[in-house]
């Protein structure tokens, strides 16, 4: 067991959660069973080019993971302020309540972006440099794991 499991009796038991990092550009996508999975991993990226377009590929990532929550990254200040970023992360996450039926969840990403950032710096898999098409997804995993260490 790791810091990312739960009990058996947990309400997060077994569940496949698909967290993301929204952006403008792209949305950074990472998937995690919960107690079946060794850890949350960085899925991929959606290039942002729309509402039908981004919905299309979520439902097709939903379906083939077969995930039961969604959990998505809102950006605030360190103080714990609105930017704008954060009013644009909000509508985007009550359009997609309204548009999959299945729980929607927020998690605060402060600092997500730059604990990615440190993480491929420091790892081998990402030749120590930062990845600019791989690091919305490793920001994702990181708004994924404090969402499960948040519900613990």
Known sequence: ???????ADHELNLKTILAMDFGEKFIGV????????PYPVPFGRIQNTGPEKVISLLKKIIESESVDLIVIGVPR???GKETKMTAKAGIFVE???NQITLPVEE???TLSTYEAESR????????FTVDL???????????LEDFILRRK
């Open 133 to 143: 098409k791989q690091i919305d997804a490793v920001a994702a995993s990181v708004i």
């Open 1 to 7: 067991m790791n810091e990312f499991h739960v009990s």
């Open 107 to 109: 998690q605060d990403e």
């Open 77 to 79: 200040l360190t103080d």
């Open 120 to 127: 491929m710096k420091n790892s081998a898999r990402y030749n």
């Open 30 to 37: 990472a998937t995690y069973c919960v107690n079946r999975d």
């Open 95 to 97: 359009f997609i309540r």
